[in-house]
């Protein structure tokens, strides 16, 4: 029978097992605060939004190419010799100055620079969706680091408190052997028990402080006091339904359609290079004399025809190379359609493992705490033996810890399942911070503007603003 997994798992929260828990700071954070200063602090986000920002000026340096081009030159040129003659020997000199101006606008070229606009559009939107699924991967690594800076944080609790409970049973060891009720072999494996419970609070003490760690590399500072998320993440239990969300919205999975249609248009731009382009060519020149007479002042206006006749079988290779890569990105995209897919199939299975795993868990601690209680007191009775003990603890602490880890890997999966799907962002999760628009900047270059123009000074406001962020 299929139901919502969500409504079908319920998780009260990361509750201790035990009354301690170490706190990092008196300020309450939530899992919504760390994403959302993961979302804000991200260099990785601030990098490929650069990449975004470079993608769309490709758009602007394509769309240049059916602008007029206009450009100057300019000399000074001094000229001396010698000349001999039959009547006799002179030596000219002169210093002209030549500034030139030519222009150029091309008029037709079999829709080559228009193909070039629309492969680079069609790059933009493929660079959009790798931002999102860079986006999906700083979140869900703030909800790893979040989720474990708990689970580490519970461990130590768990495990103080083993220590002070181990430290009373070999108090009682020690107090018994004196009465003659244990051996010394009794207080010896209660001290050998206690050495190990050190031990293993160290190493959970180190556990944690590599998760704080890594939550500040995530998250961008150090965690609060980190409150217990209180429900999971709404989804849906139709693992088929999820994949066919995933094919549909995945960033992987639009980025490299867009990669095949980009594949598709640049077929179109090798082929259109292989024929003539017709450019309105104009040119000014002046000339002057320094210090003469000369003068020189000349023009010219004109359409030129050009077109390639033999450059040693290039432009066939490119054609055929522009195929070889529109092939090779079909085949990206097959292979992306399957391994988004599977991801689903994969993330599913380890929510509900890890379901599994916390309702064991769950009733792991019941029975080992039932156990551990009847062994001690049958222990106060003399039925069982110190190490009896300490064994019954031991578990109640494995299963405890057990419990814990579960009910984090939980929480970390059903995350898990968003990102598989493509829902693991910062608009769908709702975090209420300022998201970066895309299309905001590409609006304002696409038409490549210069920089003296309206458009241009608005461009070079946002520009100053990038760059106090």
């Known amino acids: ?52 920002r470079a993608a769309d000026e490709d758009v602007a340096i394509a769309v240049s190419g059916l602008r007029p081009i206009i450009s100057w030159t300019s000399d000074v040129t001094r000229s001396f010799g010698r000349n001999r003659n039959s009547t006799g020997s002179t030596s000219p000199e002169s210093t002209d100055v030549n500034l030139g101006i030519t222009g150029q606008l091309l008029l037709y070229d079999f829709g080559r620079t228009r193909l070039q606009i629309e492969s680079q559009k069609e790059l933009v939107l493929a660079t959009r969706q790798g931002l999102i699924s860079v986006e999906q991967q700083v979140l869900f690594r703030a909800v790893q680091a979040y989720m474990n800076v708990r689970r580490n944080t519970e461990v130590v609790a768990i495990r103080q408190n083993n220590l002070r409970l181990l430290g009373e049973e070999l108090r009682a060891a020690k107090d018994r052997f004196e009465v003659g009720e244990v051996t010394r072999t009794d207080v010896a494996q209660a001290e050998a028990r206690l050495a190990n419970a050190r031990s293993g609070l160290a190493l959970a003490q180190g556990d944690l402080t590599q998760a704080v760690e890594e939550f500040r590399a995530a998250i961008g500072r150090r965690p609060g006091n980190l409150i217990p998320p209180s429900r999971l993440p709404r989804l849906s239990g139709d693992v088929e339904a999820a994949k066919g969300v995933a094919v549909r919205r995945h960033p992987d999975m639009l980025q490299a359609q867009h990669n095949v249609a980009v594949a598709d248009l640049n077929i179109a731009v090798a082929k259109a290079a292989t024929r003539p382009t017709v450019n309105l060519a104009a040119r000014l020149n002046a000339g002057e004399e ?87 007191e049958e222990a106060k009775l003399g039925a069982r033996t110190t190490l009896d003990v300490l064994d019954t603890e031991q578990e109640l602490l494995d299963a405890r810890a057990n419990l814990i880890s579960a009910q984090v890997d939980v929480y970390i999966a059903a995350y898990g399942v968003l990102a598989a799907t ?29 920089n003296n123009s309206k458009q241009g000074k608005k461009l070079d406001k946002v520009l100053r603003a990038l760059g106090k962020n």
């Open 1 to 52: 029978m299929k139901r919502d997994i969500s409504k079908g798992f319920q998780v009260a929260g990361l509750a201790l097992v035990v009354g301690l828990s170490l706190s990092f700071s008196a300020r309450a954070e939530t899992l919504a605060d760390a994403l959302a200063s993961a979302y804000e602090h991200s260099g990785l986000l601030q990098q490929n939004r650069a990449l975004l």
């Open 290 to 376: 320094i210090g003469g007479s000369n003068y020189s002042r000349n023009g010219t206006v004109g359409v030129e025809i050009s077109g390639p006749i033999y450059q040693g079988g290039r432009l066939s290779a490119a054609t055929r190379q522009a195929m070889a890569q529109r092939d090779a990105q079909r085949g990206a995209l097959h292979e992306v359609r399957h391994t988004v897919k599977q991801n689903v199939g994969n993330a599913y299975a380890n929510l509900r493992a890890a379901q599994a795993a916390a309702i064991a868990g769950e009733e792991g601690v019941r029975a080992a705490t039932v156990a551990f209680r009847g062994v001690r």
């Open 422 to 450: 493509g829902e693991l962002t910062a608009k769908d999760l709702n975090l209420g911070v300022k998201t970066y628009d895309p299309t905001a900047y590409y609006n304002l270059v696409k038409d490549a503007p210069v």
